[in-house]
């Protein structure tokens, strides 16, 4: 794939860049950063660099990154796009692994291509994922082995570069779309003129189709050197057996007789600004986006590292002023914000702007440099920089708590980025010790300084975005608007700090507990409350500071008249956005940030519910906050306007959009037409009621006899258990005992085609559909899933592989249990629209051949090394414990145990073929497909 080239915008503990600060003391602010020091770092004679870490968090889980300091940038005129096609060809064919030969291995060995084996290009780098569970010692070796050949023996066979040309063509053909277009028409702006806006990862048509063969090969041989890549392994590993393999497999790796330069190609600051108008017939939301550029400083100092943390605190503290905008009455935009982060070229940017209702532009402008202009001269409040370094502490505590439970995927990033830019790697408690000390001498007025220094009045972009049959803006109409947003007084910004603490005024007398059983199978305990509430209890230690849950009960929307569905439908969001007992969602937002806790309300089509995640020690509150949500929604007539608002213009745009028009299309006839099923219609947006929504709501929440609440993670279960009874034993009983009510909501029957056209983009999608019903069961369920992910190994291998009609196909199952049993069966990909016909006829010819011959031993050896070592995987997370619970609760009524074994014995090629003819029904046959229009 390639690394979108739009703006990268790096925000986080481990992605900080820039300079010094006068809150730190002089004599250290120039220190050295203190690399992490349980990497083992290396160069090779040939000048190839690794780095290796052991990381035990998961048993036998490895991760290696090959990373290669090339890209794009380096093709010449006749190359572009080249420096993509070889990571394709990467997968085609290496010295120890011809062809296929090398997916087939990784496949057998539960490595899924896509989701685990990928690799992207951008700019200046290419880059290699190979994630592995070990089996046995071997493995590591052979996985050593295919980033060995990687690096320098991608055979790079004519007939597999002939293959891989239709392949890379429908990646290409994925990106065609508005986005595209307005990028098409703003890079060169974008990147100043240089040689960026030329290069785009993806490259030429003319490229793609007709390079020589020559070509590609003397780009591997001239790039794909030693002293241009690096090795990062990080895992469950012996490090000192791991480097002396590296060593004995990277040695030989040569440099070219004539190795060319590897220029570090830059982005110049022009020191100028600069306009542009781009208008497309898609484009239903005018937009103005800013972006002002400045040198990068990458992080190798402690104020450099300091100034990357006041850029956090900087785009907090701003969108928090945005936020506070959104929630008045009216607000002038949609959408706005800003953020500060990295770019392209050796450049940082400031990057934000609005996005508006149409002919509100200058309105929702203007609002944006004011207040913009407004923190620039008078700076941000002590109180404001407070809340946001809680914002930004939370975070660290979080990451300091669970340091010995972070992954191996969250270092390989870090070294990457060391071996790319220089950055220093730093480990968790060197990072965290830093950014607490910074944090607090950290003062409002370098931060301040900060801001006015990034928002300049030079190397800015502005960029207006708008429907085509507009009139458009000028550069000096919008140079107006600024300059008299300048001169206009700024009220003193009044901040609405919060005052209480306490998210509610009296706490509950509570219930109490009247059952207690233990259910080993599952490592749980399961409570029965006074008022009917389930409460499953799962302790583990998969994380330090992770506590997730999720109540739910029967019922949701299926309960609500056809009158009130509308209204039902977008309750639990009304809510969401309006907050509850005193607390607005403003304030409830604020606070949950601060205290990195999340708790929200739902209601779909058969449950309604909350769930959330936070700290263990922030239990108490979350509860807290289950109990607002339950018994004291709050109602906003204002927050419910701008709501609206945003709802009926997202309607309106999608309705110019082409994937969006196929979407609801897609959605429409998946669901027979029921207005349940359809997207929303503009015309009927006036019967959501704000009371209405709210009556729906109470009723839904006010009685919670029927709920089951299930709680994962690192908490004490003796204080869980007191406070389950005190507040999830005080809501309100009714004892009705709802079950989901049957509407008779099926499928379509029968054979339906219907072709969309949209848009004038050389594209089509296809959709493929199989519906029925059945007699639910977890054996079914688990037939039908292996079969859909055998028929997309077939898919990826013609469709892809043999006929190159096609880069990504998804093969999926979707089936609900209440209140009656149903399927569906759907295949979507993109490709050129004359090859529709040609491919739905493969598609359908694989499913044919699996219900005629079945799948081969080879499928079903894929398929179950893949879901042995996906699951042992996922049973590392707490969010997939929570949701196999709650799966196996909603079905079953009582969890059982995760028995991979016994679950893959009764997977076989028999069973399987019998899957495929019982449920892959051609009476039962749905096709919808997305054409341009002719020109």
């Given at each position: ?78 190359q572009r796009g080249l420096a993509h096609f070889l990571e394709h060809m990467a997968f085609n064919g290496t010295a120890h692994y011809p062809k296929n030969e090398l997916l087939n291995y990784l496949q057998k060995s539960g490595v899924r291509f896509g989701a685990d ?181 990458v992080v190798k100092t402690k104020s450099d590292y300091i100034e990357g943390l006041s850029r956090n605190l900087i785009s907090i503290m701003s969108n928090d002023r945005f936020n506070e905008i959104m929630q008045l009455p009216n607000p002038p935009f949609l959408s ?600």
């Amino acid at each position: 794939m390639i690394l979108k080239k739009s703006l990268r915008i790096l925000i986080g503990l481990f992605a900080l860049t820039a300079s010094a600060t006068h809150s730190i003391a002089q004599e250290n602010r120039n220190a050295l950063l203190p690399v992490d020091p349980s990497l083992r770092f290396g160069r090779l004679s040939n000048g190839f660099t690794y780095y290796i870490k052991r990381n035990t968090v998961q048993e036998n889980k490895v991760i290696i990154y090959l990373i290669n300091k090339v890209g794009s940038i380096l093709e010449n005129e006749k190359q572009r796009g080249l420096a993509h096609f070889l990571e394709h060809m990467a997968f085609n064919g290496t010295a120890h692994y011809p062809k296929n030969e090398l997916l087939n291995y990784l496949q057998k060995s539960g490595v899924r291509f896509g989701a685990d084996l990928n690799a992207f290009t951008g700019f200046n780098v290419t880059e290699y994922q190979l994630p592995i569970l070990l089996k046995d010692s071997k493995q590591i070796h052979d996985a050593l082995q295919v980033t060995r050949d990687w690096a320098q023996s991608v055979t790079l066979d004519d007939e597999e570069i002939e293959k891989e040309r239709g392949v890379i063509m429908s990646e290409k053909r994925l990106h065609k779309g508005l986005e595209q277009r307005i990028e098409d028409k703003t890079d060169s702006l974008t990147y100043n003129g240089s040689l960026y806006g030329d290069r785009a990862p993806i490259g030429l048509e003319e490229v793609i189709l007709h390079s020589d063969h020559k070509e590609i090969r003397d780009f591997y041989h001239d790039w794909y050197r030693p002293d241009l890549q690096a090795l990062v392994i990080v895992g469950d590993i012996d490090v000192n057996q791991v480097e002396k393999e590296i060593k004995s497999l990277f040695s030989d790796l040569k440099m070219p007789g004539q190795p060319k330069l590897r220029k570090e190609i830059g982005i110049p600051l022009l020191g100028k600004n600069q306009f542009l108008v781009v208008t497309d017939p898609e484009i239903k939301q005018p937009a103005m986006d800013v972006t002002i550029k400045f040198p990068r400083l990458v992080v190798k100092t402690k104020s450099d590292y300091i100034e990357g943390l006041s850029r956090n605190l900087i785009s907090i503290m701003s969108n928090d002023r945005f936020n506070e905008i959104m929630q008045l009455p009216n607000p002038p935009f949609l959408s706005a914000g800003v953020q500060i982060g990295g770019f392209e070229g050796g450049l940082d940017i400031l990057t934000g702007g609005v996005t508006t209702k149409p002919g509100e532009l200058e309105t929702g402008a203007r609002a944006w440099w004011h207040e913009m202009l407004r923190m620039k001269v008078q700076g941000f409040t002590k109180t404001e920089l407070s809340r946001a370094k809680e914002v930004i502490l939370a975070g660290l505590d979080n990451q300091y708590k669970d340091r010995d439970k972070l992954g191996a995927d969250v270092f390989v990033a870090k070294y990457g980025d060391q071996f790319l830019t220089g950055a220093t790697a730093m480990d968790i408690e060197a990072e965290t010790k830093l950014a607490k000390s910074a944090l607090d001498t950290l003062g409002v007025t370098y931060v301040n300084d900060l801001f006015k220094k990034y928002l300049k009045d030079t190397d800015r972009d502005i960029i207006i975005k708008e429907e085509s049959n507009q009139t458009t803006v000028s550069e000096s109409e919008v140079t107006r608007w600024i300059n008299e947003e300048a001169s206009k007084p700024f009220k003193p910004y009044e901040d609405k700090a919060l005052q209480r603490t306490a998210l509610i005024d009296n706490k509950p007398l509570g219930g109490q507990i009247v059952n207690e059983r233990s259910l080993p199978d599952v490592g749980a305990t399961e409570l029965k409350l006074s008022n009917g509430i389930r409460v499953l209890l799962k302790p583990t230690k998969i994380k330090n500071d992770q506590l997730l849950f999720n109540g739910y009960s029967k019922g949701g929307l299926s309960q609500v008249s056809d009158a009130n569905f509308y209204s039902g439908n977008l309750a639990a969001t009304i809510v969401g956005a309006s907050g509850a007992g005193n607390w607005s969602a403003l304030e409830l937002n604020r606070w949950m940030e601060r205290n990195n806790t999340n708790v929200s309300p739902y209601i779909d089509d058969n449950y309604q519910g909350i769930a959330g995640s936070g700290e263990p020690s922030k239990l108490e509150e979350m509860m807290q906050l289950i109990t607002l949500y339950f018994t004291n929604p709050r109602r906003d007539p204002i927050a419910f306007n701008n709501l609206m608002q945003q709802v009926k213009s997202s309607i309106e745009s999608n309705a110019s959009i082409p994937q969006a028009i196929f979407s609801d299309t897609v959605k429409t006839i998946l669901g027979d037409h029921q207005f349940r099923k359809s997207p929303m219609p503009l015309q009927r947006i006036d019967e959501v009621n704000l009371d209405r929504a709210l009556e729906v709501y109470r009723d839904r929440f006010k009685d919670a006899s029927g709920f089951t609440f299930t709680f994962v993670g690192n908490f004490d279960i003796v204080s869980l258990k007191k406070l389950a009874a005190q507040y999830l034993g005080s809501l309100p009983a009714l004892n009705r005992q709802e079950e989901v009510k049957d509407l008779h909501l099926f499928y379509p029957t029968g054979r339906i085609a219907r072709k969309v056209i949209a848009g004038s983009e050389l594209r089509a999608t296809v959709v493929l559909g199989y519906p029925g019903r059945f007699d639910f069961s977890i054996e079914s369920n688990r037939q039908m899933d292996a079969i859909a992910k055998i028929l997309e190994f077939h898919l990826i291998s013609h469709l892809r592989e043999d006929e190159g009609g096609i880069y990504t196909v998804n093969s999926s199952l979707h089936s609900v249990q209440y209140p009656t049993g149903q399927y569906l069966y759907t295949i979507n990909f993109d490709c050129d629209p004359e090859n529709v016909e040609s491919l739905i006829l493969s598609a359908n010819s694989e499913i044919a051949s699996l219900k005629s011959n079945g799948p081969t031993d080879d499928d079903v050896e894929k398929f179950k090394a893949e879901y042995r070592a996906f699951m042992v995987q996922a049973f590392n997370d707490n969010g997939i414990w929570l949701d196999y619970l709650t799966n196996q609760l909603q079905i079953k009524g009582e969890p059982g145990p995760v028995d991979i074994s016994a679950r893959l014995k009764l997977i076989t090629k028999e069973s399987l073929q019998a899957t495929a003819q019982k449920y892959f029904n051609s009476n039962n046959y749905v096709r919808i497909i997305l054409l341009p229009k002719i020109k």
